[in-house]
């Protein structure tokens, strides 16, 4: 069975710029979250899908971040404009039901110059 | 205030021993999990092992094993007979059924874990 991944693996783009983050969970596990780790610092949840709604954004960190899921399958974090506190490494995770543990992506790192 | 508790940034042990690795937390929820990730210098967060709130036990899987110390807010996680490939970050993380919205993780900041000969 295919774990959650994500592309692409590392992203080094310029501020002000946009990038997409993709992500592929679990083939059929509903729930799928975002997470990020800046530089030194926890691991901290952005947001949370069911399906292609979303149950929770609360971790989001403002506007210039939009998450999508379209069709329940695969999820895209879009940030635009990139700003140089955005670097981190992006992660997926996707969970069968929401008290279930929940499977980690490899993560994208995100570098902005 | 910190919801998860790291205090160990990096540790040492030598292979075959045992360690512990510590984590406090705070939560009014009476409801929530806890559970403990590896994360390898590859990058991939892989899930070790979880304690739930009412679990009369420790939870075990293989060498790793959970203290669950409740009325201290501890989960520490103890590995046994060391391997070099456990050498990794340790990440403990907890969910509140409630206060936390039931489905996100709030982790730690990890700690480092060296496995030496």
């Known amino acids: 069975e295919a774990g959650v991944t994500q592309f692409p693996s590392h992203s080094v783009i310029e501020k002000g710029q946009t990038v997409t983050l993709r992500c592929d969970p679990i083939?059929?596990?509903?729930?799928l979250y975002w997470y990020r780790r800046v530089m030194g610092k926890e691991i901290k949840f952005l947001l949370h899908?069911?399906?292609?709604?979303?149950?929770?954004e609360s971790g989001m960190p403002n506007n210039r971040f939009l998450a999508e899921r379209t069709g329940g399958t695969y999820s895209t974090l879009k940030v635009q404009p990139a700003e140089l506190e955005d670097s981190g490494v992006y992660f997926c995770?996707?969970?069968?039901?929401?008290?279930?543990?929940?499977?980690f992506g490899p993560g994208t790192r995100l570098t902005v110059l | 205030a910190q919801k998860i508790t790291q205090t160990q940034p990096g540790m040492f042990v030598q292979e075959k021993e045992a360690v512990t690795l510590d984590c406090t937390y705070d939560?009014?929820?009476?409801?929530?999990?806890l559970f403990w990730y590896k994360q390898p210098s590859s990058g991939e967060m892989i899930f070790l092992i979880y304690?739930?709130?009412?679990?009369?036990q420790n939870a075990t899987e293989g060498r790793y094993s959970l203290n669950f110390q409740k009325a201290r807010k501890s989960a520490n996680l103890v590995i046994s007979a060391s391997q070099l490939g456990d050498s990794a970050m340790y990440f403990c993380a907890m969910r509140e059924a409630f206060t936390g919205g039931g489905n996100k993780l709030t982790f730690g900041t990890g700690t480092q874990l060296k496995v030496e000969l």
């Open positions: 304690q739930g709130s009412y679990d009369q």
């Open positions: 939560t009014s929820d009476p409801s929530y999990g």
């Open positions: 899908f069911v399906k292609e709604s979303k149950q929770d």
């Open positions: 083939s059929g596990h509903d729930n």
């Open positions: 995770a996707s969970s069968q039901g929401t008290l279930n543990e929940q499977f």
